[in-house]
């Protein structure tokens, strides 16, 4: 990977969280479990693990509107990412998310989605933000909810939802 420094783009801030660029230096710890002292007991997740894989296949998303760890403002520790699979198609770009379990059921995932969508749609082109769960992980369908997003579709086993709901944002 070429070196990509996260200080290009500044943070996302919201009321409890940083949302900061991946660095390929954040990757490659990642990659190679070499644990970081501001990362919390129980980060990277298999998530994160599978996305650091592939920024070499995707170098956009290493950008802005890419990828982001979430930070904890309080303790100044990575609990987990947030992410827009860049580049958009048709207007349309996916978002997904994932806390390590040390962290889960504080909002954080709601938190970070709603920032990262709203933020996703200042980009030149981009409408709509859509994420795709799995009906087995109720509490991934609370996330998405409790940001804003609205449910658009049911498969046998995944939701797809959207974002902002047809008729513009929703009150937070």
């Known amino acids: 990977m070429t070196s990509t420094s996260s200080s290009t783009h500044p943070p996302l ?40 894989g592939l920024f070499g296949q995707n170098p956009a998303w290493l950008g802005a509107y890419g990828h982001r760890l979430v930070v904890e403002r309080e303790s100044g520790l990575v609990v987990g990412s947030v ?28 938190e970070a989605a709603r920032a990262l969508a709203d933020f996703a749609l200042t980009a030149p082109g981009v409408h709509t933000v859509v994420a795709a769960v799995e009906l087995s992980n109720p509490a991934s369908v609370r996330v998405l909810e409790k940001a804003g997003f609205q449910r658009c579709s049911t498969e046998a086993d995944q939701a797809r939802f959207r974002f902002p709901p047809p008729g513009g944002h929703q009150e937070r």
């Open 83 to 110: 992410g827009l699979f860049w580049p958009p198609g048709e207007g349309t770009v996916e978002l997904g998310y994932g806390i390590v379990a040390s962290r889960r059921g504080r909002g954080y995932a709601s």
């Open 13 to 52: 801030t919201t009321d409890r969280l940083d949302l900061r660029c991946w660095s390929t230096a954040d990757a490659d710890a990642v990659l190679g479990d070499a644990g970081q002292a501001h990362w919390a007991h129980d980060f990277p997740a298999e998530g994160d693990r599978v996305v650091a």
